[in-house]
């Protein structure tokens, strides 16, 4: 007989938001109109993009730091236009780039404990971009390899260990690039593109491996995400401007999978993608509801599970890596919600009567340990992520002290004619003045 409701350890998936004691209150969220996340997160540190006259700045609070922020509390303010976008290293957990609209992407390493004063030098400052950069992404198995994709049209791939701008992605978007996204070990990005086009790339090899002309046909923003086994996830809009989730095999663009059709709100919809579990979750931008889908082997793929709704729209959404989840209270997901000016986390848990670890919600999952130097993925190399068992609970290890090594650039790139006349490569290095300070920050550390 023929079962009529679907078997899923995740069908009962509820959300529900902390107390007031343990949100952060009285931020000074951005109001840049720019459709990214304004928060990153890790097990370590909240990171969120606030107002700032005169340029950009965000804070950086330790998780523990609830309650209300005061207004002097020290910011990252290093960038002379508005932060657009922030991402933690997920190799170091004191490590945050950003991107904004001064044309820079710019990377810090936050002390241990958080700022105790305002921080206005980066450990590097990365040139390249002609216009303001709005989305940055670090690759996920190769240490100090960061994307960077700018309102020139360009992606930039830097080796951050060397201050160097490796490889230029200049003419495959002939409009502005909404996302870019690595797949599971780091060797194709996929990206979406003003033009409703859906791309994806062999970055080094600089080659378009699978392209959709029009992937949804309404005129709002997508986002397109690689899931870990290779297909490609997409938000976007109708004709009829409904908001539309659609799933993709690269091999074969010519028709998704499946399309699922939900609302005619017109917020971009964020993907959050567990590759743990396969829960896909939609935060839309000026939504007050989280949705959230499980992705499966047979069709119909995408299966709704259930809508965490609140009263208040979300201006941002962090997302907590695994390894900072509560294993003990069978968290399977945590976001960091940013409403005008506060930051409200939401714990997203699987009901079960044990009180033992669950080693079905959690498989061993991506650790903080690269499997990859820089200098060998961009010799050709790929590794899968290094897996961490969460049985005890994730205990962070001391992370090595991120240095910049300043390279010549010429000198390295002499062969090369063709990217020696890139903007990015002749700009893109560590000024002096903050490579010395590299050293005497090291210096410190090693007394």
């Known amino acids: 007989m023929r079962r009529v409701v679907r078997q899923s350890k995740f069908r009962h998936v509820f959300g529900q938001a902390v107390k007031n004691d343990q949100c952060y209150d009285d931020i000074r969220v951005s109001r840049v109109t720019w459709d990214s996340a304004f928060c990153a997160v890790n097990p370590k540190f909240v990171a969120i993009i606030i107002e700032a006259s005169g340029g950009g700045a965000f804070l950086v609070l330790p998780l523990h730091k609830t309650g209300r922020i005061d207004k002097s509390y020290p910011t990252v303010c290093g960038h002379t236009g508005p932060v657009l976008d922030i991402e933690w290293c997920p190799h170091n957990d004191q490590v945050i780039a950003s991107g904004s609209e001064d044309c820079t992407v710019m990377v810090w390493q936050i002390p241990e404990n958080g700022l105790v004063t305002a921080m206005s030098e980066p450990v590097v400052v990365l040139e390249g971009h002609s216009k303001r950069v709005g989305i940055i992404t670090w690759h996920p198995t190769a240490r100090n390899v960061l994307l960077s994709a700018g309102c020139d049209n360009q992606i930039i791939i830097w080796n951050v260990g060397t201050g160097e701008a490796m490889i230029n992605l200049e003419d495959m978007h002939p409009d502005v690039i909404y996302n870019v996204c690595w797949n ?258 090291c210096a410190t550390k090693q007394q």
């Open 184 to 441: 599971r070990n780091g060797s194709l990005i996929c990206t979406s593109c003003k033009d409703k086009g859906i791309r994806v790339i062999d970055p080094r090899k600089e080659t378009i491996i699978a392209e959709k002309e029009k992937a949804h046909e309404g005129a709002r923003p997508m986002r397109a995400i690689f899931l870990s086994d290779g297909n490609v996830l997409t938000t976007g809009f109708s004709r009829m401007s409904e908001r539309q989730l659609a799933l993709w095999n690269t091999s074969n663009m010519d028709e998704p999978m499946t399309v699922n059709e939900m609302d005619t709100s017109n917020g971009v919809l964020l993907p959050f993608y567990d590759p743990d579990t396969n829960v896909v979750y939609l935060c839309g931008k000026g939504d007050s509801s989280i949705r959230y889908f499980e992705i499966t082997d047979e069709a119909p793929y995408v299966h709704f599970l259930s809508t965490f709704a609140t009263k208040e729209p979300q201006r941002g959404m962090g997302y907590m890596p695994k390894r900072g989840l509560d294993v003990n209270k069978c968290e399977i997901a945590r976001f960091y919600k940013l409403h005008e000016r506060k930051c409200e986390p939401i714990v997203m848990t699987v009901p079960r009567k044990s009180d033992l670890f669950q080693d079905d919600l959690y498989p061993d999952t991506a650790g903080p340990d690269p499997a990859l130097e820089a200098e060998d993925w961009f010799d050709g190399k790929n590794g899968d992520p290094i897996s961490i068992s969460l049985k005890n609970g994730y205990v962070p290890g001391k992370n090595r002290e991120f240095k910049v090594v300043k390279k010549n650039i010429l000198d390295s790139k002499v062969t090369k004619n063709s990217e020696n006349s890139s903007p990015a490569n002749k700009s893109a290095s560590p000024t002096p003045s903050i490579l010395g300070r590299i050293h005497s920050l």
